[in-house]
């Protein structure tokens, strides 16, 4: 994520664990109480990101470990981490943004 990914500095505002259909980042007004409907879902998504991410970690290590691993099953491996690991960042900075409060 890039600077301009920070977003609003509206500390009431949660990163959401997706995009909008034009790429842009998605944030929910947080309210004081019950999460809601959606935070509630948003919730679920980053526990299944991590779950993902934890599987795409599993199978990087696997790779790595094969010393036959083609450039192909190394190039698979690297772009699956990559995409997990940046949706895991992004929950890490919904999160920080959560704890400052």
């Known amino acids: 994520m890039n ?3 920070h977003g ?3 500390e009431n505002l949660r990163l959401l664990p997706w995009l909008s259909e034009s790429g842009k980042p998605c ?3 947080a309210e004081e109480g ?3 409907v959606v935070g509630l879902f948003a919730d679920r998504v980053e526990a299944r990101q991590v779950v993902e991410a934890e599987r795409v970690l599993g199978e990087a290590r696997a790779v790595l470990g094969e ?3 083609g450039a ?3 190039r698979l491996s ?3 981490a990559a995409g997990a690991l ?3 960042l992004r929950i890490a900075e919904s999160r920080g943004r959560r704890v400052v409060r």
Do not use: F, I, W
């Open 72 to 74: 192909l099953a190394l």
């Open 3 to 5: 600077d301009q990914d």
């Open 8 to 10: 609003p500095a509206d």
């Open 27 to 29: 944030y929910l007004r």
């Open 78 to 80: 690297l772009t699956s």
């Open 34 to 36: 019950e999460p809601g």
């Open 67 to 69: 010393p036959a691993a």
């Open 86 to 88: 940046e949706r895991v």
